[in-house]
């Protein structure tokens, strides 16, 4: 158990809809990463939140949007929902602000959009 | 071409075997080299990171970098059932935005 939470497990919705992804990091990280998994892209680079703001960004779509709160936990808000974003959505986290090597990452929310 | 490739496998062998997991990639500012290992249903989790080129061992991992081929490699000795997982790359040029391999999913057969 990395001690990075994620909720929910397993989220099914239909196309053109929003859903939102919670995260909470190990006890004592700053650093929040989000990640999209799929069969075709592999494990790809979302977004990076240090002690709530946003430190780095990778192959974020536009709707897709993220933020950390002041308790540290994050939360990916993904909209207009297509096919192509059914995957697995994993959050990661670190002690770091730099994007650290050492990252622990959650279960992962597994999103099917129908 | 992809920054990273990585033979999605599968890999099968027998337990007690030696296996070989291989990424090549195509960005010459990589300088960090990592190895995870994912179960089934489960998070990455970071088995063993490099800088530059050059072997690092860890108990029965090592990982090898050689940048003039940019080509990297983990070796797994004495294979056990426990490691059939997927393994994947992931490099990095300035210790920002880590690039990932597809993965590789092995399978320790007793």
């Known amino acids: 158990d990395s001690g990075v939470t994620q909720t929910p497990k397993h989220l099914i919705t239909a196309t053109g809809q929003r859903v939102t992804l919670r995260c909470s990091p190990r006890s004592g990280d700053l650093s929040v990463y989000w990640y999209q998994q799929s069969l075709d892209q592999g494990l790809q680079f979302l977004i990076q939140y240090y002690n709530g703001e946003e430190r780095a960004k990778g192959n974020i779509l536009e709707r897709f949007s993220a933020q950390q709160f002041p308790d540290l936990h994050s939360e990916l808000n993904l909209s207009s929902l297509e096919l192509g974003d059914s995957a697995l959505y994993f959050c990661?986290?670190?002690?770091?602000?730099?994007?650290?090597?050492?990252?622990?990452f959650g279960p992962g929310t597994r999103l099917t959009v129908l | 071409q992809k920054e990273v490739e990585q033979d999605p496998g599968p890999l099968s062998v027998p337990e007690g075997a030696i296996v070989s997991l291989n990424c090549t990639y195509s960005n010459s500012a990589f300088q960090y080299f990592m190895w995870y290992r994912q179960y089934s249903r489960k998070g990455p989790e970071l088995l063993m990171y490099?800088?530059?080129?050059g072997n690092k061992e860890d108990g029965r991992f090592t990982a090898q970098v050689d940048k003039s081929s940019k080509y990297i490699s983990l070796f797994i000795r004495d294979s056990q059932p426990s490691d059939s997982a997927t393994y994947l790359c992931a490099m990095s040029a300035d210790n920002n935005d880590m690039r990932f391999g597809a993965g590789t999913r092995l399978t320790v057969k007793p």
């Open positions: 490099t800088y530059s080129s």
């Open positions: 990661a986290s670190s002690t770091s602000g730099s994007h650290s090597l050492e990252q622990f």
